[in-house]
């Protein structure tokens, strides 16, 4: 069973778990066992938590939703002004003659603005706590609305969504880490089905506010309305926001005998034969490996030590003694002061985050993701251009609502892979005795090849062939469906896979994402003028098609290729833990 849980036994796999311990197993403890796991309901907890009343995974369920509403609601608000702009377009060019070129710049130039502050903001958000990128980002998302207001020619058109794409690049990637801090793994499906929500409905609703707005009050207000709102945000994640970073290795239990001296051999092998730790770190691996020794040369060191093979010893207490933080320590805006040695560790950081684009699940969920991006950037085009001109003629407000049938496709695709992906999930690792493999969420995409590439077709052929609106509709709930399933599946099965490094992988998914939105937003428009509505569409569904049957392979080899990856992976932990 410790293959499971010990990320340095020789036979762990980065996102394989056992839900359950077994009786008689070390995993099960007593009698002189190694390590007593904390359960619930019979079920592993993973991470473990420690004793500390300051230890998120600790927080009472008051404490975890009040924190979980705010994170969601960022997600949601951000998603929703990173939309905004295409709303307006035609209104924008009215009044300043700006080209629709530009303003497709502008949109391909916010998904490299969010790919590339997901990246940069990762390590800030390591060193420094959570919290403060979350108010980065608001700052930019007041900045961005208010530019995005008085723009006046090109160059603010394009500058405004830089800033814009920065708001949403803050809360991209770090949102489900937050997640991770105060949720155990079982619980993040859930989570991340509810962020996913929030993210649909910003995206589905943002147009739709936006076009009412600029119907009754002009278009201006449409960022003057985004700059209060985040205004209003970051007033109240300055006074209620709470930073969840928290050392948890600290209150980690040291193994006596020959366990630690097992363990600290098995770790001081591995820094020697990367060769990538200082040397500085290696002495003291020896140090520890020679008291290891010691503690156990003699019955009689044993005995003075009060210790015997396989007890545990807690340098540092298990938090049970610790006080509750003050309202000013929970609300600090920096989990640490800024030193001028915390450059070469950010620089580390950032350097070893690219090892997630040698991880074939960020592949894969960064191409799901980046799909269902690009496209939303297809079908808000065509509801643009060819819905608002005869034989259509449809009114602002009658295209607004248009985002009502994706929305609640996405709802309903939300519940699917939400609850009922998490049960399935779990009755599939219970025939698997009890052992849980990442790829079983990607039994679930085979529906999405289905209905998501239906969706496209019908919203595309019924658009080209001015067939009856239901067709048109219908397709855009199958759509919405196949966007909030897509991105769900995308980031559940990277967070599953790799559990330590969830920033870093979520910002690899982003960043692979955006970047793809980027290149399909450019195309959009070329693309459907050249090959026609219907064509472009069918052309979208086989492409849908072939990512969501790409899991196939994931289902049935994923796990060599998570096995594949675990020096990388645990060269990250180590260097984050170091």
Known sequence: MEKYQDKYHPKFVPGTYSIRAVKNSKLWGGNGDIKVWKMRNGMILLPQPSNSINDPLNWGFLRKSVHFIQLVILAGFTAAISNNASAVQTDIHDEFNISYDSMNTGAGVLFVAIALSCFLLGPICRVYGRKIVYLIGLVFAV????????????????????????????????????????????????????????????????????????????????????????????????????????????YDALLDGETQKNFYETKLSRLNSRGQQKLQQI????????????????????????????????????????????YYQRMKLLRKTPKIGDFSKLSSLL?????????????????????????????????????????????????????????????????????????????????NDDKREAEFRLW?????????????????????????????????????????????LAFTYVMECYP??????????????????CIFTFAC????????????????????????????????????????TREGYLSFVENIEN
């Open 143 to 250: 900045l961005g609305c208010i530019w995005f207001t008085e723009l006046r020619n090109q160059a603010d058109a394009i500058c405004s969504q830089i800033f814009i794409g920065i708001s949403q690049g803050s809360t991209s990637a770090q949102v489900q880490h937050s997640f991770s801090d105060i949720f155990f793994n079982h619980q993040l499906g859930a989570s991340i089905t509810i962020y996913v929500l929030s993210y649909c409905i910003g995206t589905y609703l943002g147009p739709l506010i936006t076009r009412y707005i600029t119907t009754s009050q002009g278009w201006h207000w449409v960022g003057w309305y985004g700059a209060i709102i985040a205004g209003i945000l970051l007033v109240v994640c300055v006074l209620f926001l709470e930073d969840t970073s928290f050392d948890r290795s600290r």
């Open 283 to 326: 002495k003291e691996l020896q140090n520890m490996l020679r008291n290891s020794l010691n503690a156990t040369s003699t019955e009689e060191d044993n005995d003075s030590l009060n210790l015997r093979p396989y007890n545990l010893y807690y340098p540092n207490g298990q938090g049970d003694e610790e006080e509750p933080k003050s």
């Open 351 to 431: 350097v070893h985050s690219l090892k997630v684009f040698s991880f074939p699940s960020v592949w894969l969920s960064g191409a799901f993701f980046g799909f269902q991006l690009s496209a939303l950037s297809f079908y808000l085009t065509t509801e643009d251009t060819n819905y608002a001109e005869p034989p259509f003629s449809y009114s602002d407000s009658e295209i607004a609502r248009m985002n009502i049938p994706p929305l609640i496709g996405s709802i309903i695709g939300c519940l699917y892979a939400g609850s009922t992906l998490d049960y399935f999930v779990l009755w599939l690792s219970r025939k």
């Open 444 to 488: 679930f995409a085979l529906l999405n090849a289905i209905i998501s590439p239906a969706g496209l077709l019908m919203f595309g052929i019924g658009t080209g062939r001015n067939l009856d609106w239901r067709v048109a509709y219908v397709g855009l709930g199958f759509i919405g469906f196949g966007f909030s399933v897509g991105s769900d």
């Open 500 to 517: 330590e490094m969830i920033l870093e992988c979520m910002t690899g998914v982003a960043t692979i994402a955006n970047f793809l939105g």
């Open 525 to 564: 428009s070329p693309w459907l003028d050249a090959s026609g509505v219907e064509n472009t569409y069918i052309a979208l569904a086989v492409i849908n098609i072939v990512l969501m049957l790409a899991s196939l392979p994931f289902i049935k080899w994923g796990k060599h290729f998570r096995a594949r």
